[in-house]
């Protein structure tokens, strides 16, 4: 498996924004690793690009009707279980408008073009962080430090439109999502998505492990 990191440019200051979501010990929590990743902040308009490859998914049969259903709004879910073992890209691009992200995932498939999954990072909301994936769909996130991860989990689902903002029901929502950054030694670091609905159980589960480059 021939996997990479790319930085471009280089982080200019400390970045505090997951440390001011975490807290001091929650912070200290994560290993070193995380914490360099997280902890860098980006010129405005720079990028991180991180290469590695698909190495585990799961959909389910409501997962997949789901996974379709969603391309509709930009495809935020993966359902090609060809994407195994290809290429996977993640780019994390500093958005000095609204002092956020943006966040570009690639996965390669079998045939045909690659799965380009589009989405905004704002440091805002009752939670403190939300995830725009696209027509007004937002997620607000609870961000919690464990002795090697960091996670990411929904709180809830909401609609943005003409500067109005309604929180969807708990019945419209797909589910619980949980995204990890689980570090795993070595330079490398697993990146995880679960969408786990209460009455239908696990929909869509998909592993990527990442390696940073050698300084």
Known sequence: MHIRHIISPEARDPDTRFYDLLGQENWFRLPPAVRRRFGKKLKAGASVVYQGEVTAMKISRLGKILAQVTRLIGAPLPYDLSSIGKPAVVTVTEDCASSGQFWIRQYGRQSGFP??????????????????????IGIALRVEATNDALLFKSDHYFLKVFGRRWRLPRVLSPGALTIGHHDLGDSKFLFSLNLHNRLFGLLVQQDAVFQDAKE
């Open 115 to 136: 799965q380009l999954v589009h989405s905004s990072k704002r440091f805002a909301g009752s939670t403190g962080l939300e995830e725009y994936i696209g027509f007004g």
